[in-house]
């Protein structure tokens, strides 16, 4: 089977996520939100909220809590829903409802009721990797952020920040521009963890 996924990154300002399900897969998903912004605005609703994640929703004003069940007034005016109960019921319930409003879905292992999934993430500055194996096997997802976490230097910011530099100054079209900008990069391909991106720093002293 082809991954027909297509990655797409979203400007978290201005979306508004609902968490349904308050146990440990809604606490899983509420800190993967806030890991990429921790401004995101989110609300969860949940018939027991589980002590770490109150902690949690005391700690962020941006964050609504309902110790409730679910109901269909909750979807309005959200733009993602991410569904984490332990009642395949419930989940298909929110799904259907959320599907009518136009309202994407994410569902905690239950891939058949997903219209996007939460990849493994990997952030290093302004740099961000998402990574997915088409909802079949988040573990190695997990391991291949730990890898790429540990070979991308920490300090990758200053070789973005010479780029965009040399990116921004450049006086070229923009054909030019890339044309250059492959060029300096293409060292990158062929050496091993830490000697591309002190050859980065070489070429712009």
Not at 7 to 30: C, D, Q, S, Y
Not at 33 to 53: C, M, S
């Amino acid at each position: 089977m082809s991954n027909t996924l297509f990655p797409v990154f979203l400007k978290t300002e201005t979306a508004h996520f609902l968490i349904v399900g308050a146990g440990n897969v809604g606490l899983e998903k509420t800190e993967t939100l806030l890991k990429q912004n921790p401004a995101i605005r989110i609300t969860i609703v949940g018939t027991i909220i589980i002590p770490k994640l109150k902690g949690i929703i005391g700690s962020y004003s941006n964050i609504d809590a309902f110790e409730r069940p679910f109901q269909e007034i909750d979807l309005e005016d959200k733009d993602f829903v991410i569904i984490g109960t332990d009642s395949s019921e419930v989940n298909l319930e929110v799904r259907n409802l959320a599907k009518a409003k136009g309202i994407k879905v994410n569902a905690a292992d239950q891939p058949a009721l997903c219209d996007f999934y939460l990849g493994s993430i990997v952030n290093k500055g302004s740099l961000k990797i998402a990574i997915s194996t088409n909802g079949k096997s988040p573990v190695l997802a997990k391991r291949m952020r730990e890898y790429f976490t540990e070979v991308i230097p920490d300090d990758i910011e200053k070789s973005l920040d010479v780029l965009n530099q040399f990116r921004a100054n450049h006086k070229g079209n923009f054909q030019q521009k890339l044309n250059d900008l492959n060029k300096i990069t293409e060292t990158f391909k062929n050496k091993k963890r830490l000697g591309y991106w002190n050859k980065l720093k070489c070429l712009f002293g």
